[in-house]
């Protein structure tokens, strides 16, 4: 008889993708939720490393290790190890960070720092484009294979932050799929991490009532006249079925993250309330959903 698969107690983020895509700030957020973090790790050592945390120090149950091209073995060796550890039970979840050409260019100007390409057999004699377009290529395979994919390109330091501290805080290893709900105003840009985009535009506006005007979804005045009206009523109702619908199909199919944005035309209004309502039925449901009002304090 073969050995009894037992899942394995640690969850293990592995923090990786393109140069210059915020890896750094990505481990210094895991961090600071109180991850056990190791940037620039041998991928060769992750096995002892994980076996070590098991036997002797079984209290680390929340790993985020930074691997990524600066170790030339990392691309030859990843795949097998992953795979072996995953085999073993680990809890195993890519991460993988990148970000546009252009962006990753500007960046390194700005800092003035030498991309790990930039001066190898490959590149030699070529441009930082080079090594840039080089290094993508390169990390296709393991973008294909991550669990969830960040494009940085729009992203400052802290929105980066923000995000891995919103996903990551308050939701347990054991839960099947974590879901944030987001309202945003469509004059600010449709949110890139959105899986799930809803138009609520076409809800009767508060902003034209003059009582209502410099309130936001939040308060009791405003989520009383957006939700006395049938379309509101009717919309709430449809999505509960869609969703319904949707959510098992998602994690059966192993989706452990879900963002779902409802934007109205100034995200102050109209998506705070539906995305709050939205929220509250997710509850119902036993999903610990977690919410996010990005634009409510536009004036």
């Known amino acids: 008889m073969g050995q009894e698969f037992r899942q394995k107690q640690q969850h293990v983020v592995i923090v990786t993708g393109l140069s210059g895509s915020g890896k750094s700030t990505a481990i210094k957020a895991f961090e600071d939720l109180g991850y056990f973090c190791i940037d620039n790790l041998p991928v060769p050592l992750l096995p002892s490393l994980l076996e070590l945390c098991e ?11 930074g691997i ?5 073995s990392f691309l030859e060796e990843y795949g097998a190890i992953f795979s072996d550890l995953e085999g073993k039970g680990y809890f195993l979840e890519i991460v993988f960070l990148e970000a546009d050409r252009d962006v990753l260019r500007r960046r390194y100007s700005q800092t003035r720092r030498v991309h790990p390409l930039e001066y190898g057999e490959e590149t030699e004699g070529k441009s930082l484009i080079d090594a840039i377009d080089l290094e993508r290529k390169l990390l296709k395979p393991l973008r294909d294979r991550a669990d969830r994919v960040i494009d940085t390109s729009d992203f400052t330091v802290h929105d980066l932050k923000s995000l891995i501290v919103r996903s990551y805080r308050i939701v347990s290893e054991k839960e099947l799929l974590k879901v944030q709900v987001m309202s945003f105003g469509y004059k600010y840009g449709v949110p890139v991490e959105a899986d799930v985009v809803m138009d609520v535009r076409f809800l009767p506006n508060p902003y034209f009532v003059d009582s209502l005007k410099d309130l936001t979804g939040r308060t009791a005045l405003v989520k009383e006249w957006v939700m006395k009206h049938e379309d509101f009523k009717a919309f709430i109702s449809t999505i509960s079925d869609f969703f319904d619908f949707l959510l098992p199909r998602y994690i059966r199919e192993g989706k452990r993250y879900l963002t779902i944005a409802f934007g109205c035309t100034g995200g102050r209004h109209r998506s ?11 509850k119902t449901r036993g999903f610990p959903a977690i919410i996010f009002h990005r634009d409510v304090e536009h004036g």
């Open 55 to 65: 036997k002797k120090m079984p209290e680390i149950t929340r790993i985020a290790l």
């Open 68 to 72: 990524d091209i600066r170790e030339r």
């Open 272 to 282: 705070v309330v539906v995305a709050e309502e939205f929220v509250r039925w997710l």
